[in-house]
């Protein structure tokens, strides 16, 4: 069954540390991995992509890094920030090769607070 | 929001009614589609469609329509049919129907429909 899992549920950080978020994923036939950001109330906001040749990828203060092997991702917040509090969703894309159709997997999400 | 407006941003339905949520983009997007999210779980695809007067099921698209008469538009009836349908609904769209990476899908702000 495809499935995406992200650890933890929830998280709390003071301001300026920082943090990493786990993705583990058992889609198949995997395609790319994505990280969104989604504030409260809002809808999500791409931050990174990377295929399975892709080690690792950065977008500011956050790095995605992802191990094709062990399924396994992970997004790295550096010197966290008030604004950086919202919901991180892990989401896998499967590719069907048969007809080439494609599905999108999302995980539940990490709900991070930031606190000064 | 990338473009994406959805409306309107609360939306309260009573037993037996039918509701309609709206979604348009000025993106010149192909593909647009709708998700739902219920606490603690990864957004839930009811519908997409690829290109203009066509659309496909999603996981769980019953209880729910869709018309794809413009590009620019893709509204989403709830129909009576939905016995759960207090959730929060995210339109997206994105550039073309397809896995690749360089396919960035844009969403909406939400729209959070309740029952009365």
């Known amino acids: 069954k495809n499935q995406v899992e992200q650890s933890p549920q929830s998280l709390i950080i003071l301001e300026g540390k920082n943090c990493t978020l786990q993705?583990?994923?058992?889609?198949?036939?995997?395609?790319?991995l994505r990280w969104y950001k989604q504030d409260t109330g809002r809808g999500p906001v791409s931050l990174t992509i990377?295929?399975?040749?892709?080690n690792t990828k950065s977008n500011g203060r956050y790095t995605a890094t992802l191990d094709a092997d062990t399924k396994q991702s992970s997004l790295h917040i550096t010197a966290s920030q008030l604004s950086d509090s919202a919901s991180y969703i892990c989401?896998?894309?499967?590719?069907?090769?048969?007809?080439?159709?494609?599905?999108?997997?999302f995980g539940s999400g990490t709900r991070l607070l930031v606190r000064p | 929001d990338g473009g994406i407006t959805q409306s309107p941003k609360y939306l309260f339905r009573k037993e037996g009614q039918n509701v309609t949520l709206s979604c348009e983009q000025n993106l010149n997007h192909d593909a647009m589609y709708w998700y739902r999210q219920d606490p603690g779980q990864g957004l839930r695809l009811i519908y997409y469609?690829?290109?203009?007067?066509?659309?496909q099921k999603g996981d769980i698209a019953e209880g729910y329509s869709v018309s794809r008469e413009k590009k620019e538009s893709f509204p989403l009836t709830v129909t009576s049919a939905q016995k759960n349908p207090t959730a929060f609904y995210l339109c997206?769209?994105?550039?073309?129907?397809?896995?690749?990476?360089?396919?960035?899908?844009?969403f909406g702000a939400g729209t959070r429909l309740s029952v009365l």
């Open positions: 990377m295929t399975f040749s892709e």
């Open positions: 997206a769209s994105s550039a073309t129907p397809g896995h690749q990476t360089k396919n960035i899908q844009y």
């Open positions: 469609s690829q290109i203009v007067n066509d659309f």
């Open positions: 989401v896998v894309s499967a590719i069907f090769r048969m007809d080439s159709s494609y599905k999108l997997i």
């Open positions: 993705c583990n994923y058992t889609v198949s036939p995997f395609s790319n």
